[in-house]
């Protein structure tokens, strides 16, 4: 078992999209890079480098396709695992704070 000390992640806004969504997608169909950077509205020089940050904590897991298809590239498809689905969570939980929340400007109650 790897006993790395855990990658910190930090919840940008655009990471929050990617993990938003890779936390709404049914494991059945788990989306690809190009697709997450559309349903997400990011560029792919923002996508790919959270996703390698993601993957590197173990937050995600990407996998390549098996077979290769003849009229496009082979796709790495992403799901969220366990860790990830509960840091995240729990990092969610912890904006949720007051204290947290007035760090960034908020008042209690008050929508970002």
Known sequence: MDESPPVRIRLTMPTRAVLDLLMSTA????????????????????????????????????TWETEVPAD??????????????CSYQAALAKTKRPAARLRWGLRPGEAR
Do not use: F
Request: aromatic letters at 10%; hydrophobic letters at 30%; a negative charge.
């Open 27 to 62: 494991a059945d169909d788990p989306p690809w890079g190009y697709r997450i950077c559309e349903e997400a509205g990011l560029g792919p020089g923002t996508v790919y480098p959270i996703l390698e940050r993601l993957e590197e904590a173990r937050w995600i897991e990407g």
């Open 72 to 85: 496009r590239p082979r796709r790495r498809t992403y799901q969220i695992t366990d860790l990830g689905s």
